[in-house]
């Protein structure tokens, strides 16, 4: 593990939030989950994640850098009870929320 994916860590609705307004003329969606862990100290766990799903229907994951279908994405991280955001969602939920996520 490098130091950058290790600053990473804890840091996904921030990356994915910042990405999206980063972003907000490429068509994609924000999206908010629960994932299950495949590695590590994540291992079996259940926790919320955020990652971006580009129109072309591959998931970018910001914290890992990796873009991958999101067929596969979805069957690895077993991604369940999944919320989407527009640009233009996701940044009116940070600004009233006054944090990037999750939102409830």
Not at 33 to 47: F, P
Not at 77 to 104: C, F, L, M
Request: glycine residues 10%; aromatic residues 10%.
């Amino acid at each position: 593990m490098n130091w950058q994916s290790i600053l990473k860590q804890g840091q996904c609705y921030t990356l994915a939030y910042d990405w999206m307004v980063d972003n907000m003329n490429v068509k994609a969606k924000l999206i908010h989950a629960d994932v299950i862990g495949i590695g590590g100290d994540v291992k079996g766990k259940t926790y919320g994640h955020a990652f971006i799903l580009l129109e072309d229907n591959k998931v970018l994951d910001v914290c890992t850098g990796v873009t991958m279908d999101k067929d596969t994405y979805y069957s690895i991280g077993q991604v369940n009870n999944v919320k989407e955001y527009t640009a233009r969602e996701a940044a009116i939920e940070g600004i009233e929320s006054g944090h990037r996520g999750p939102w409830d």
